[in-house]
């Protein structure tokens, strides 16, 4: 494809990759969902003949499209997969769990490169049914929405924000008066996750997707909807790109506040935030309330993230202008006290959490009330608890067992790198072995195992050794193999 790479100061766009858990190379991703069959391995053999594939294109039945697309894909074949999106017979595609280690890149390039444009009422009697190209890793869309119905919404994933996106333009909710057939061009829309880490293949990238916006002379609607930013800051081109308020997860980092607060007005519909390492001067000054404000008016924001980011004694300025609703918060180096602890106990936002991170905040515990508190409160919800290296003494801990005991939905428990004896260790198992939802607990290693605690450096292996069977034989005695117990070196 002959396509001037653009230039883009300071930005280096990449493709966000996301890869499964637990997905086996060369899974193969079937509609309706079946694992690998027959079919799969004739479709594999299929595409390994270009020429004969790209006859199948044309012969086949259209449902058997789509085990062809997921062999070519998978299998890094660009120009069956480009003549497939050209042709393809269904309203959408997406590349959800669809895996491709070796040229993931060259292969939605190919996909943008199958991408066409033609007006409704082209000479040609044929006209693309491809509205919706979804270029995601998300391992819960199918390759296809099956629908019965050729009608809005046809799609699972379309976009319900932008002004640009089908449902808007084709005024599907409120004015069916309007036909795809009244539109010199059907709108269609494109759908991707983007990374700004610097890398030059995906710099290529996103020059293709502006490319193909130009090309499509306002039909296409790119689809942002996560969006991760490191070390950059020249988000201008980012917003002139994109629709930010498509947008439902962003992540910055090493990155200014200023800068954070520079695009966040536009995002109104974020589900998810994750900072990292933003640098700013006060709590006092402009751009921290700037964000406060920003963040207040986020009430559809399910999960926040911030990590190296300053918030010793000021944690009461965050969570009371956060959404109730909020379910994931993770709190990682932010330089946390006993004074935010206690701020976090009182905080009517943080009633409702399933997950709680709170690792890396060395505090000096005055007492262990605030997180008893804390875990009471969270009982009815709390899935995942986080506190490794937090300067957890025996004292703190035996204190919240009691409150550990009680939350019923837990299933992972990290205490890592914390300063516990082997009697406390025990009594944290002993303590939890109901607790039938738990199945992953990361352990701190005992203090008697280290020379000094606790440089790795110093671990005496065989001591450790002993603690481990130990805890092998606890849980066998207390009939819970099925509960894993490790420590962070495994
Ligand atoms: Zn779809
Ligand atoms: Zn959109």
Known sequence: MAVEVMEFEGILPAVYLRTGENRPSGFINMDPQEPGTLLDLAMQTVVKNESIALCAVEELPRELLIPLFNAAFTGGHKNIVKALVRMWPFSCLHVGALDNAESFCEILEAM?????????????????????????????????????????????????????????????????STSESQLSRPPMELLVDIYFDGSRGARRFLSYLRYKVDQSLGSLHLCCRDLQIEKSHDYRNIQKLLDMVCIDHLGMDQAYLSEVCIIFPHMANLSSINLSKIIFRSYKRKNFKMFLSH???????????????????????????????????????????????IYLSE????????????????????????????????????????????????????DFIPSLRHCSHLRVLSLACNPITMPVLRSLLQNLTHLTELKHVTYPIPVHCYEQWHFRDSLDEERLAEVKLEIRSMLWAAQRTDMKWSTSYE
């Open 347 to 398: 905080s009517l936002q943080a009633k409702n959490l399933k997950l709680l991170n709170l690792s890396k905040n060395q505090i000096s515990w005055e007492d262990s009330l605030p997180l008893r508190i804390l875990l009471d409160n969270l009982s009815g919800t709390l899935q995942q608890l986080e506190m490794n290296s937090c300067l957890i003494t025996d004292l703190i801990l035996s």
């Open 295 to 341: 963040l207040s008016q986020l009430t559809d924001l399910q999960e926040l993230s911030l990590s190296w980011f300053p918030l010793k004694n000021q944690l009461h300025k965050l969570l009371r202008v956060l959404s109730p609703n909020l379910a994931y918060l993770h709190l990682n180096f932010c330089d946390l006290t006993n004074k935010d602890f």
């Open 112 to 176: 943008l490169d199958g991408l066409q444009f033609f007006p409704v009422h082209n000479s040609s009697s044929w006209v693309p049914k491809l509205r919706i190209l979804d270029l995601r890793q998300n391992a819960d869309c199918k390759t296809t929405c099956f629908s019965f119905m050729n009608k809005f919404p046809f799609c699972n994933h379309a976009c319900t924000y932008s002004q640009n996106s089908i449902l808007k333009l084709q005024g599907a909710n409120n004015d069916h």
